[in-house]
């Protein structure tokens, strides 16, 4: 839009002067200097103007010529010593990278980048003096004050002090704090300082940071809300996890419930963990669900072996429920339920839990050779052995 006003307004003032030029070339300027009568063609004085317009002009660029020409080749020794020093700091030559770049900060229009090159190539040889006197250059030249302190918050991290890097990292504005090298430091930090929680809750915040893939997201984020789980003393904060873990589906995934289980239990919220695992399972069947509601003491023990009896009858063939099964029935002394349960189970999938749990009835049953038999299976089947029959319990 703007080069077709300016090219308006030429075609406009061309055809001003192409229509005012038969007056000009007939015009004539006639003066006095001193007794001297001068006339002139107005054509001629104007060329004699633009001319000498001309001659000023070169004259002016010559004499700045040679300052110009020592500016250029100074910039440009500045600009080899800056791409050298990046190239050895890419190759890992430190002590090239920071010759390179403190050089090449003298002559720049922009020290503070060649600083902060030349600080992190002073870190990675251990010399942290060093690294905060180029610290200090960059914060000063004034051009690169967010990164100086994004590289004084990495040096920080790298030597274990997450306290007053996340300090740092807190006097940028929230805007700079939301870019991917400042959340990543962050995370690093509360990684540093164990603070599960704050990361849990606020996890999809640095999903996009230092994560190469969703699936590596997803480790992290459960890793986060386990830590957090196995330090939770209070109820309070095991509902605000429970809301965090089961979402809008109030549906538990695997990962974290058994840390999450295992802080209801520290707590003493059994029958409130008794009663979320049943909304759970009924709105998405999950076996080992169903073998943390078994483990967990509490309630009405004939209504949880029925509520299990219904979901064997939804889900036939499935160990856990046959697991989960055999424990209730042993938690009720209903020793001849519970060795057919735990028969049913390994039948179905042989695991060293159910010979362990399975030696320990027959021990109350004072049956001790099969026992021994049952604790031998659960020792190979840990090796990654085969296992023997045992009669009347388990074919091979």
């Known amino acids: 839009m703007n080069t077709l006003k300016w090219l308006v307004v030429g075609l406009v003032v061309a055809a001003g002067a192409a229509a005012a030029l038969p007056y000009m070339a007939s015009a004539r300027i006639s003066m006095t200097v001193g007794g001297l009568y001068i006339e002139l063609k107005l054509l001629v004085l104007l060329g004699a103007l633009i001319l000498l317009a001309i001659v000023v002009w070169l004259l002016w660029r010559l004499w700045r010529l040679p300052k110009e020409t020592a ?36 002559r720049s229009a922009h020290p503070g980048l060649n ?170 069947f999950d076996a080992h669900a169903v073998a943390v509601y078994a483990s967990v003491d509490g309630g009405d023990l004939t209504r949880r072996l029925k509520k299990v009896e219904s979901w064997r009858d939804q889900h036939p063939q499935c160990a856990q429920v046959e697991l989960a099964l055999a424990r209730l029935c042993a938690s009720q002394k209903l020793w001849g339920k519970a060795r057919n349960h735990f028969t049913s189970s390994l039948q179905i999938e042989p695991t060293a839990e159910a010979f362990a749990e399975l030696a320990e009835l027959m021990e109350q049953l004072d049956d001790k050779g099969t026992a021994l038999k049952c604790y031998r299976n659960a020792l190979r089947l840990d090796r990654g052995e085969a296992v023997e029959a045992i009669e009347g319990l388990f074919q091979t």
């Open 71 to 106: 500016q250029r080749l100074v910039q440009r020794r500045s600009e080899l010593l800056w791409e050298r020093g990046m190239l050895a700091l890419a190759e890992g030559n430190w002590s090239e990278a920071e010759r390179s770049l403190t050089k090449a900060a003298e």
């Open 115 to 284: 600083y902060l090159g030349a600080a992190k190539a002073a870190s990675a040889q251990g010399d942290e003096q060093r690294r905060d006197e180029y610290l200090q250059l960059a914060s000063d030249s004034g051009d690169a004050r967010h990164s100086v302190t994004l590289a004084r918050c990495e040096a920080l991290v790298e030597s274990g002090q997450f306290e007053d890097a996340l300090e740092q990292l807190m006097t940028l504005s929230s805007s700079k704090r939301r870019t991917g090298r400042a959340l990543t430091l962050e995370r690093q930090c509360l990684e540093g300082l164990h603070k599960w929680k704050e990361l849990a809750t606020d996890a999809d915040r640095f999903r996009s940071n230092g994560f190469n893939t969703d699936a590596e997201f997803t480790v992290a984020r459960s890793h986060w809300l386990e830590s957090w789980l196995r330090g939770i003393n209070d109820a309070a904060e095991l509902k605000a996890a429970y809301r965090l873990m089961v979402g809008k589906d109030k549906v538990f995934l695997r990962p974290g419930l058994d840390a999450y289980a295992a802080a209801a239990i520290r707590v003493e919220q059994n029958e409130l963990l008794l009663r979320q695992l049943v909304n759970s399972i009924d709105r998405h």
